[in-house]
């Protein structure tokens, strides 16, 4: 018997929320900072704008194909070679971004607070973690995301809006920017950001109503992207574009300037770390299990869990191969870069395809789908 599709509106904004917002938070100001000085903030809306249309090409396709993840409708749409190559690239691309992500997680553990624990521990705790959760199906992984939502989103709202209370307003002006060189590549770096909300392509096809995707995909890049900027706002308005420059992790410089009213909580970094450390296990979650699931549709599985630990040495190797942290960054920077063709140009052209072939899913395929065996 089918199981009936349950994922509901909300349940999906907060998947997308809480994959969006991760790892990239504490480096993003700086990496707006570096292409537009003052116009840190302006870049960073612009860089959301480029990844709701993104969003939006993923949505529009998988209204057009509610039942199938995009693994399955672009062998409608391409041909069965050319999409497995496609998907190919999607397997391993989300592999290296879970590798990256989880490295990236370790370095600033171990530099911040475990300083005396080797990267490796910290990497590979994670990592076997997430792989530990994603052996449950797709209705448990939304709870686990329903679940650690609040505990993301809420304390970093009152974070970033309490520091905007020592924001300088001169050190935002101007609003354009002073410096404006790679404007596109900082651009294209906070779009990378948004990767995580290729997940939609698995969620849809599990959702009660997938006509309303769209409301959940606006839902979340407004929340996730308001929430970025309102970071790099607050940390170019406290510390200056120049100073920011000089930060490795300028959010959470951010959070140890940061403090309760009446000094309740004097310094905010603890407890940023703690809800950053969800913040990134939510997104290493979806990245590894979206590896995972659509490797089980590539190979017609009907479950994906037999992958979960044989992937994890591989993507444990991957992880290790920077050196340090800057050559991790660089890397980071290039691969996020060339995923945007996966995550924006790729659905771009199955959606143009799709279109001129008047291609979709079949009404009667669909009321078969629904009725129980």
Do not use: C
Not at 199 to 226: E, K
């Amino acid at each position: 018997m089918k199981v009936p599709q349950q994922i509901t509106v909300i349940q999906t904004i907060t998947i997308l929320v809480s994959t969006i917002i991760g790892v990239g938070v504490l480096p993003l100001p700086l990496f707006t900072v570096r292409t537009a000085g003052s116009g840190a903030p302006l870049v960073t809306l612009l860089g959301v704008m480029v990844a709701i249309v993104g969003l939006a090409i993923i949505t529009v396709l998988g209204k057009r194909f509610p039942r199938k993840t995009i693994i399955l409708y672009s062998e409608d749409l391409i041909g069965k070679w050319l999409s497995r190559i496609g998907s190919f690239f999607i397997i391993v691309f989300f592999a290296v971004l879970t590798s990256l992500t989880a490295r990236e997680f370790g370095e600033v553990v171990v530099t911040s607070v475990l300083k005396s624990t080797p990267v490796e521990v910290t990497v590979i705790v994670m990592l076997f973690l997430a792989a530990i959760s994603t052996r449950n199906d797709i209705y448990t992984f939304t709870y686990i995301h329903q679940f650690y939502f609040p505990f993301l989103l809420f304390p970093v709202l009152v974070i970033a809006s309490l520091s905007l209370k020592n924001a300088e307003a001169i050190n935002l002006l101007p609003l354009w920017g002073n410096e404006q060189k790679d404007l596109m590549t900082g651009i294209l770096t906070v779009t990378a950001l948004f990767q995580g909300s290729f997940v939609l392509t698995m969620v849809i096809p599990a959702m009660r109503n997938p006509q309303r995707a769209m409301t959940a995909s606006l839902w979340a890049i407004l929340i996730s992207g308001g929430l970025y900027i309102t970071i790099v706002a607050a940390t170019v308005g406290l510390f200056g574009a120049e100073e920011v420059k000089k930060l490795l992790w300028p959010t959470l410089e951010l959070a140890k300037a940061t403090s309760l009213p009446a000094n309740i909580l004097e310094r905010m970094d603890a407890a940023f770390l703690a809800v950053w450390v969800t913040a990134v296990f939510t997104t290493l979650f979806s990245s590894y299990y979206l590896t995972l699931h659509s490797i089980s549709k590539l190979f017609r599985l009907r479950d994906h869990r037999m992958f979960s630990f044989f992937l994890l040495p591989f993507v444990f190797i991957v992880a290790m191969i920077p050196q340090n942290i800057m050559q991790m960054y660089d890397i980071i920077e290039v691969i996020s870069r060339l995923g945007l063709f996966i995550t924006i140009v790729y659905p771009a052209i199955l959606l143009i395809v799709a279109v001129i072939r008047g291609k979709r899913e079949d009404r009667s395929d669909e009321k078969t789908m629904d009725k129980p065996s």
